[in-house]
């Protein structure tokens, strides 16, 4: 089977690695355009973010089945958490949809996403690091490690694929 993953970030490949290691796959990896904002601000746009890249992962790869992984926010009446959402799309049938776990942001963080920051970015000054997206994430550095952005991400893939056999078991 060949797996065309929408995109490049190294904690989202490899989060999609280690959910298909028990499964003989090949991948392939490539940039495509999630087709919605940089910083999406609903669970509905990071959706279509994470179906974007997967339908176009799939139809640019030609690949027998297209994942896409997309991080954003989403605001409550409790303040403005962290929303992680995975597709796999495949071809003759609708794009299968999971959700990850959720994270209150700090006040401090969710202004700065409100006037129109980036997370990302505004991860890197609060954490003082470098590309907190392509490393623990968010999540990491909010949950003292205890879960990372790969492990967030490699769950919502696992329901991905969960999804995907059980759809297979009823069309065989």
Not at 7 to 33: G, S, Y
Not at 119 to 129: C, K
Request: aromatic share 6%; net charge neutral.
């Amino acid at each position: 089977m060949n797996i065309m993953i929408g995109t490049k970030n190294p904690v989202k490949v490899a989060a999609v690695k280690e959910a298909f290691k028990l499964l003989k796959v090949q991948f392939k990896e490539m940039e495509v355009d999630s087709g919605v904002r940089e910083q999406p601000f609903s669970d509905d746009e990071t959706i279509r973010g994470a179906v974007n890249r997967a339908t176009e992962a799939l139809r640019t790869g030609q690949g027998d089945i297209g994942i896409g992984l997309e991080g954003g926010v989403q605001e409550s009446e409790q303040g403005l958490f962290l929303c992680n959402w995975g597709a796999l799309a495949q071809t003759g049938y609708p794009p299968i949809i999971a959700g990850g776990a959720r994270i209150l942001l700090p006040e401090e963080i969710a202004i700065k996403l409100r006037v129109g920051e980036v997370l990302g970015p505004v991860m890197d000054e609060f954490a003082n690091q470098k590309n907190v997206g392509k490393s623990e994430g968010a999540v990491g550095i909010f949950t003292n490690g205890q879960v990372t952005r790969k492990v967030m991400f490699t769950h919502i893939v696992s329901m991905l694929i969960g999804q995907y056999e059980w759809r297979n078991t009823l069309n065989k």
